[in-house]
């Protein structure tokens, strides 16, 4: 057999005895050399897992019967006679069986060895644990640097009693499930490090089949560190959780915004507040009020949910008594937002605590409602939950109170501007505004009816175009200079209307502040005095005409009644000489009448100042002036002490007519006037003085009366007419009234109410 192989193959035979055992790719044996080096066989067999070793046994004949341990040993058997054929193939397969394990063998070595670069070239700490024995049988350099114990320290310790000691349960149920699914399987673990430390590491593991004789599972596993991971998740919860509250408040700040600008009045933008607030989920109730100055109380305007109900037994103040510091007080007082997170443990809302916490309430806040400076009133809101209010939300509320605030503010200014509006369109007199160019930009209706123009025909065109002639195209230069001090100018002018004709008008000019633009405007009130400059200017001819003409020529006929009386007999009472006597005196005392009026009316006012005299003294003048006059008639007064009581100056004026008229006209043997004066207090606070002055005379007749019907014309008899119109005027004019009553048989009570003033 050794010389065919020798002869016919490429291989080398080796025969027992020659070199001591064989080594080679092939072993044959007969039943003699199985039972002589059986244990040889048997060792080259047990590391057959690793190269396959073929061995060829070879027996007398087909009768020979091979044992079981025989075949434990061997892999294939021939008969001999050997064939040859048969032979070379058995020796062929073998051989060729040889040739892939080896090819495997080092296949497998190559991949051992990079199964080692990358086991020890993992960022991850590796390990592989033999969960029978609780033992590490390999591991890693990163599982070293991680856990901190050196490759022989970890292969001598206990996984779960060193490693997972933290956490043996959990690492227990885990091993449990790798090995009962046989899968991998990943799981959050604590890991003790060899320093105590503890981390959060994410396990990874699955089985690992071993293919030596122990029969036991091992398991692979990879620890990585993720205990920053873990903290930033957590973190990244955190803020996820605070993006979605954030978006919570959002979406209710949203929505209450969204209401706010949708309100057309304040009532309506409370109500809507209070009631978007009061849907949200951690909100019960909401409510708005405002502060009673005069008891402090804060007293509520709107609510919403079941606000209506706490409030009806609960008091809530803005002072610093107990009362008004609770979140609602406080938010007023200080103008910022005011917290209560624990309604159970914080003191300042011990007032409210019992009533609060049958509603549900856990937290508080009071937010003011403010804008520019101006504190408007108080925003309370109940949440559910403890801790309702974290630092976003109260940056919210703060400026949710601000939004409120502005968006009342812009409805006062709304409703102040439409009512200004309705108040310039329902003025009696021409208005007009215009920029600091000249520029008209609105006018009123009355502007319309005043000029004859329209607004679209004098909108956006120069206020010059009112002016009276081609080179007249602007006001005078001290009306800008005056205006833009910020004063107001006022002066008659003189202009044209859109048909041509001449308009005399009062005109005032007043800058106007606070729009809040930099561009500059100013307003302008026109007053046609054109029918009352030209009744003024008739009266004043008029006037020259009575004072100079007709007083000169009653004078003439006078001096001419006197000459006649020279040289004339006495005449009687009813003769035409004295009727002709009697009238000239009448006229007379008429013209000294108007001159009387003129000066009142006329020369002493000039109209910038308030002209005050003593009570007293003006009394006691014209009672002492009276009985100087009228020596045969009897003054009396009667004056309560008044002190230093102040009347308007004209009431002298006044005082001195009714006295006169008194005496003049009274045909007694007798003449008598009495003054009588008394001071009461009236309900607003005011001081009045009740003059009355009574005759003994004829009366006044009833046409001559009718003077104190204002704008009712009367004839005038005598001079007693103009006398009742001056005393009418003056009387009305410092804020007074006046009376006349008659009594029986023969006596008229003539009786003033005016103010006094206190210096």
Not at 356 to 364: D, E, I, K, L
Not at 381 to 386: M, R, T, V
Request: aromatic content about 6%; some cysteine.
């Amino acid at each position: 057999m050794a010389d065919w192989i020798r002869e016919e193959t490429p291989h080398t035979p080796v025969v027992e005895g020659d070199e001591g055992y064989p080594t080679g790719d092939l072993c044959i044996v007969d039943a003699e050399m199985v039972t002589e080096h059986w244990e040889w066989l048997q060792s080259k067999k047990e590391c057959s897992h690793r190269v396959f070793f073929p061995i060829l046994f070879v027996h007398s004949g087909e009768s020979q019967r091979i044992t079981d341990s025989v075949w434990n040993v061997v892999d294939e058997a021939i008969s001999t006679p050997i064939r040859l054929p048969v032979f070379e193939r058995r020796l062929k397969n073998l051989l060729q069986r040889r040739m892939l394990s080896e090819n495997l063998h080092r296949e497998l070595a190559v991949t051992k060895d990079k199964y080692r670069a990358v086991f020890d070239a993992s960022n991850d700490a590796i390990v592989v644990i033999d969960p029978e024995r609780d033992t590490i049988d390999d591991s890693n350099r990163q599982a070293s640097e991680l856990l901190g114990y050196s490759r022989a320290e970890l292969a001598a310790l206990s996984p779960r009693n060193r490693l997972f000691s933290s956490d043996s349960d959990s690492f227990d149920r885990f091993v449990d499930s790798v090995l009962g699914t046989g899968e991998g399987w990943t799981d959050e673990l604590i890991v003790t490090k060899r320093s105590g430390d503890t981390i959060v590491a994410e396990v990874s593991a699955s089985v690992l089949e071993m293919d030596d004789d122990s029969g036991r599972t091992r398991l692979v596993a990879s620890i990585r560190d993720i205990t920053e991971r873990q903290q930033q998740q957590r973190e990244l919860e955190h803020q996820r959780d605070q993006l979605d509250e954030l978006h919570r408040i959002n979406r209710t700040l949203r929505k209450t915004t969204q209401v706010v600008a949708r309100a057309s009045s304040r009532h309506e933008l409370e109500r809507e507040v209070c009631e978007q607030l009061a849907r949200s989920d951690r909100y019960e109730f909401a409510w708005i009020g405002t502060v009673d100055e005069a008891t402090k109380d804060i007293v509520p305007r709107q609510t919403a949910g079941p606000a209506g109900e706490y409030l009806e037994s609960v008091t809530i103040r803005a002072d610093d008594s107990p009362t008004g510091r609770g979140p609602a007080g406080t938010a007023v007082r200080e103008c910022s937002v005011s917290i209560v997170q624990e309604i159970q443990s914080d003191p300042q809302f011990e007032p409210w605590r019992d009533r609060a916490a049958t509603f549900g309430v856990h937290a508080v806040a009071g937010v003011p409602i403010h804008y520019d400076g101006e504190v408007y009133g108080v925003l309370a809101i109940y949440a559910n939950l403890p801790n309702a209010f974290d630092r976003v939300e109260q940056a919210v509320l703060a400026d949710l109170g601000v939004t409120i605030g502005h968006a009342i503010n812009a409805l006062q200014a709304h409703t102040e501007v439409k009512l200004f509006e309705e108040a310039v369109e329902q003025a009696g007199h021409a208005i007009y505004i215009a920029n600091g160019n000249g520029i008209i930009e609105y006018v009123n209706s009355a502007f319309e009816e005043s000029t004859g123009y329209t607004r679209d025909e004098v909108i956006g065109r120069h206020h010059s175009l009112l002016r009276v002639g081609e080179d007249e195209q602007a006001f005078p230069p001290d009306l800008w200079e005056t205006i833009w001090a910020g004063e107001t100018w006022q002066d008659e002018t003189t202009g044209r209307r859109k048909d041509g004709r001449r308009q005399h008008v009062d005109q005032t000019v007043a800058p106007i502040s606070g729009t809040g633009s930099s561009e500059e405007y100013f307003v302008a009130v026109r007053i046609d005095i054109t029918d009352q400059r030209r009744r003024r200017q008739q009266l004043q001819t008029l006037h020259r005409i009575f004072r100079h003409n007709i007083r000169n020529e009653l004078n003439v006929i006078q001096g001419y009644l006197d000459i006649i009386d020279e040289v004339t007999p006495p005449e009687t009472a009813e003769s035409p000489m004295s009727k002709i006597r009697a009238s000239t005196e009448e006229l007379l005392q008429i013209s000294t009448q108007a001159r009387r009026i003129e000066r009142t009316f006329v020369g002493e006012d000039d109209g910038n100042t308030v002209n005050k005299r003593s009570f007293a003294e003006i009394l006691i003048r014209q009672c002492s002036s009276a009985r100087m006059q009228f020596g045969e008639a009897t003054v009396e007064m009667t004056v309560p002490e008044v002190g230093n009581a102040m009347v308007d100056a004209e009431f002298e004026t006044a005082l001195e007519e009714i006295l006169t008229n008194a005496l003049r006209h009274n045909d007694s043997e007798t003449p008598r006037a009495v003054c009588e004066v008394t001071v009461e207090e009236t309900t607003h606070d005011v001081t009045q003085a009740v003059v009355s002055v009574r005759d003994n005379g004829p009366g006044i007749p009833e046409h001559e009366r009718r003077v104190l019907s204002e704008g009712e014309e009367t004839p005038l008899l005598h001079g007693s007419g103009l006398g009742l119109w001056l005393v009418n005027w003056i009387i009305k004019e410092i804020g007074g009234e006046i009376r006349i009553d008659d009594i029986d048989p023969r006596s008229t009570i003539v009786t003033l109410r005016l103010p006094l003033y206190r210096p």
